[in-house]
Nanobody, 121 residues
């Protein structure tokens, strides 16, 4: 599956952004979808994941209560709604598709190209 992420940009602390990731093909609903991010000088880290049926979302602790992952299988799209953004959320955000409901990168076989989110203080 090919993934195309979009929606990044430059915002101020406290603002909101919604990232989108559109998948190609007819098998989107069979994938677990996730968002990861990589801040400057740091390793890529897990942010959130959602199961095939758009339920059971799971989040990294630092984004709980601020970020919401969702998906629309009929549109082949997964979203990441990010509210109350903080400077430490600055990163390139990647969407990823996999088959296992896990948080480790190795469980995801297809990756989008990344979209940059910059949060100024």
């Amino acid at each position: 599956v090919q993934l195309q992420a979009s929606g990044g940009g430059l915002v101020q602390a406290g603002d909101s952004l919604r990232l989108s990731c559109k998948a190609s093909g007819r098998t989107f609903s069979t994938y677990v979808m996730a968002w990861f991010r990589q801040a400057p000088g740091k390793e890529r880290e897990f942010v959130a994941r959602i199961n095939r049926g758009a339920s059971d979302p799971y989040y990294e602790d630092s984004v709980k209560g601020r970020f919401t992952i969702s998906r629309e299988n009929d549109k082949n799209t997964v979203y990441l709604q990010m509210n109350n953004l903080k400077p430490e959320d600055t990163a390139v955000y990647y969407c990823a598709a996999g088959y296992r409901l896990q948080v480790g990168e190795a469980n995801y076989h297809s990756w989008g190209q990344g979209t940059l989110v910059t949060v100024s203080s």
